[in-house]
């Protein structure tokens, strides 16, 4: 099955869901490369007041990872980015991640919500772990999932992000420290109030200052990360050791050749004889 408009092509690789509301597809992106989620609305009564919102609350342009939504076959699609890799959720059920990363990761969060200028209906969704996917250098996508999008377009997102942080950081919270987190923390209702950027602004400020506080004297690292500092350090001596030895090496054989050369300059020719032939040296 192919689901198509005047300008994109998206054949459907699988179908999430189906009833009589909506189906839910994963496609593919003919123009990235990528997948897509195709959101497929078919009650009629429902599409007029929703592609007038969406008109109204969407630019394309900056929020890239909305692709476009059109009609097919009397049914209104919505089309979004769709990433496939681990989720957040996988991520922190297999691995205690460590202050600094956790603190890095939801500053990426807040500042793609931020460069995207993502709506409210739409952000309210990144802040759930299951919709988050995390690559290995920790370069973050989100996923979509809207089918709700006709009765539940009124969010509160920095709702969420509260509820979010508090799933993040809940060590920290519950231990009461480090300071400036607990007091971000505190401040995260009013800060919602102000906006995404004002909020992203002061996560940035506190987040710095307990960075350089805790320079040099940072929690335990997973196992991993350990393992990876020793074999950097034992590298470190290693390389050093093996330059050594190879300029000691050097040195040697350069002083064996020279004596080489010297004891070949005293040694003269000796001509006992040629071939059968006996040379008497007394004549």
């Known amino acids: ?117 993502i709506p409210d209906y739409f952000l309210d969704k990144c802040f759930y772990e299951k919709n988050i996917i ?27 992000a509260e509820q979010f942080f508090k799933n993040v950081f809940a060590r920290e919270i519950e231990r009461k420290v480090p300071d400036e987190l607990i007091e971000f923390y505190k401040e995260m209702p009013e800060l919602g109030g102000a906006g995404m950027i004002e909020l992203y602004s002061r996560y940035y400020m506190m987040m710095t200052a307990l960075i350089e506080r805790n320079a040099g004297n940072e929690e335990p690292k997973s196992i991993w990360y350990k393992l990876w500092d020793k074999i950097k350090k034992v590298w470190k001596v290693l390389k050093k050791v093996l330059i050594i030895a190879l300029l000691a090496a050097a040195v040697a054989y350069l002083v064996f050749a020279i004596k080489k050369s010297k004891s070949s300059e005293k040694e003269e020719p000796n001509f006992d004889s040629i071939g059968t032939v006996t040379i008497d040296k007394d004549k």
């Open 134 to 160: 995390v690559a290995p250098d920790m370069t973050l996508s989100f996923n979509y999932p809207i089918e709700d999008i006709t009765g539940q377009r009124e969010c509160a997102p920095v709702k969420r």
């Open 1 to 117: 099955m192919v689901i198509y408009t005047y300008g994109h092509q998206y054949p459907v690789t699988s179908v999430l869901e189906s009833n009589d509301k909506y189906d839910v597809y994963i496609c593919s992106d003919e123009e990235t490369g990528g997948l897509c989620r195709v959101l497929r609305l078919k009650d009629k009564s429902e599409i007029p007041e929703l592609v007038a919102w969406l008109s109204e609350q969407v630019d394309p342009e900056v929020f890239t990872d909305y692709k476009e939504h059109f009609m097919f076959d009397d049914s209104l699609c919505i089309v979004m980015k769709y990433t496939q890799g681990l989720t957040l959720a996988d991520k922190s059920d297999t691995e205690a991640a460590p202050l600094r990363e956790r603190l890095e990761l939801f500053r990426k969060i807040l500042e793609r919500a931020v460069l995207l200028d």
